[in-house]
Antibody, heavy 121, light 112 residues
């Protein structure tokens, strides 16, 4: 059974950066896309970007281009999402999620527990 | 970028009733690339339907998906108490910067 375990909650100052980790276990890591999806309080789901570890190149949503960096460490089956130039509107729960099928970004059938990032001065 | 519009925003129904949720895309979406999720408060989303009409593992058969092109529907044939939640559609397609996923704004199914 695949499990995604994310790092703990963070409180950050405006203008700083945050890096959230997502450790996968129980399945093949390299060939399944990991996406990052965020959810602001009381709001809907927003895809930020994703990466297929074996290819190594991330795709980003236009809204976050230039401000988000998604990477992986295949040796530890861990994905990372770093968001820079934080502002209050970035306060949200950040989820990592794995695609159901290999080598594509489609539907997401395994999700991490979520990481709350609070941006406040 | 494809925009997904879900309607209604809120659906007030009683247990045992039928729920019909709509997801409309701003341009045609391949049926293979349309999914539905359920989210309950404080929980991560759960995949219900993929490929527009295929149920994910462990999803009860009261959940069904249909549609093609720009119009897709999630139907819950008889609402159970545990089905009251928020539902999102999602598509996978291309953008000028490569592959991209987008989500609809969600439909809340609440107890009447």
């Amino acid at each position: 059974q695949v499990q995604l375990v994310q790092s703990g909650a963070e409180v950050k100052k405006p203008g700083s950066s945050v890096k959230v980790s997502c450790k996968a276990s129980g399945g093949t890591f390299s060939s399944y896309a990991i996406s990052w999806v965020r959810q602001a309080p009381g709001q809907g789901l927003e895809w930020m970007g994703g990466i297929i570890p074996i290819f190594g190149t991330a795709n980003y949503a236009q809204k976050f281009q230039g401000r988000v960096t998604i990477t992986t460490d295949e040796s530890t089956s861990t994905a990372y999402m770093e968001l820079s130039s934080l502002r209050s509107e970035d306060t949200a729960v950040y989820y990592c999620a794995r695609a159901q099928a290999g080598l594509w970004f489609g539907e997401l059938n395994y999700w991490g527990q979520g990481t709350l990032v609070t941006v406040s001065s | 970028e494809i925009v997904l519009t879900q309607s209604p925003g809120t659906l007030s129904l009683s247990p045992g009733e039928r729920a019909t949720l709509s997801c409309r895309a701003s341009q045609s979406v391949s049926s293979s690339y349309l999914a539905w999720y359920q989210q309950k408060p404080g929980q991560a989303p759960r995949l219900l339907i993929y490929g527009a009409s295929s149920r994910a593992t462990g999803i009860p058969d009261r959940f069904s998906g249909s549609g093609s092109g720009t119009d897709f529907t999630l139907t819950i044939s008889r609402l159970e108490p545990e089905d009251f939640a928020v539902y999102y559609c999602q598509q996978y397609g291309s953008s000028p910067r490569g592959r991209a996923l987008t989500f609809g704004g969600g439909t809340k199914v609440e107890i009447k």
